[in-house]
């Protein structure tokens, strides 16, 4: 089974409108740790917000926002007043464990979000 | 620099050549992780450094795979006979810290294309 699942390969939203993108994760592990990167054309993966699996309130980073579902297993990231900027890939991503040596993270397969103006 | 740097950025091999894809870290960052792209895919662990240390090499898919990190600085990943399923992204990241807190973000390269013809 997989551990991340984004299902929507593609997404469009007008600029200037709110926009959720979808994550649910598997994971029999108590303590995670969830991740969403932006990888724009350039290549390069951005770090954009993080959510704790013991975390009582929802991440926010700007105009980021996670939406954390813990009983649902679900991440999902708002992106508010979307930007031209902002049309790229997203990655949701989780790193499991407290245990020593829990350190990769183990990425979805993305969304491409493409913003019209 | 002030981010992780690497080259080349684009490779182009005949297959069965040999490849050498270098990672130059943020300076002080502890950790470094190499992962690999396919089109259209999220990244997938290779392998993980701490310092000179190689603790995971659980993701190499071939043992004509290498990659080492002589000084626990610069890191080189090598591809022995490449085949054209090496084709991907090769992309590297580094953390500061040694085991990874489970907050603990990653921060990337750019990657290198490789295409194996």
């Known amino acids: 089974a997989q551990k991340i699942t984004q299902t929507q390969p593609g997404m469009f939203v007008q600029e200037k409108e709110a926009v959720t993108l979808d994550c649910t994760y598997d994971?029999?592990?108590?303590?995670?740790?969830l991740f969403w990167y932006k990888q724009p054309s350039s290549g390069e993966m951005i770090f954009l917000i993080y959510?704790?699996?013991?975390?009582?309130q929802n991440a926010t980073e700007g105009r980021y926002s996670l939406n954390f579902q813990k009983a649902r297993k679900s991440a999902n990231l708002v992106i508010s007043a979307s930007q031209l900027g902002d049309s790229a890939m997203y990655f949701c991503?989780?790193?499991?464990?407290?245990?020593?040596?829990?350190?990769?993270?183990?990425f979805g397969k993305g969304t491409k979000l493409s913003v019209i103006p | 620099g002030a981010g992780v740097s690497q080259s080349p950025r684009y490779k182009v091999a005949k297959r069965g050549q040999d490849v050498a894809l270098r990672c130059d870290p943020i300076?002080?960052?502890?950790?470094l992780f190499w992962y690999q792209q396919a089109l259209g895919q999220g990244p997938e662990f290779l392998t993980y450094?701490?310092?000179?240390?190689?603790?995971?090499k659980s993701g190499l898919p071939s043992d004509r795979f290498f990659a080492e990190r002589p000084e626990g600085s610069v890191s080189t990943l090598k591809i022995q006979r490449t085949q054209q399923e090496d084709s991907a992204v090769y992309l590297c990241?580094?953390?500061?810290?040694?085991?990874?807190?489970?907050?603990?973000?990653?921060?990337f390269g750019s990657g290198t294309q490789l295409s194996v013809l």
């Open positions: 991503a989780m790193r499991e464990g407290a245990r020593a040596g829990s350190y990769q993270l183990t």
């Open positions: 994971t029999s592990d108590p303590s995670y740790g």
């Open positions: 959510q704790g699996s013991y975390d009582q």
């Open positions: 450094f701490q310092n000179e240390a190689q603790l995971d």
């Open positions: 300076s002080g960052h502890v950790s």
């Open positions: 990241a580094s953390s500061l810290g040694q085991q990874g807190s489970r907050n603990e973000k990653l921060f």
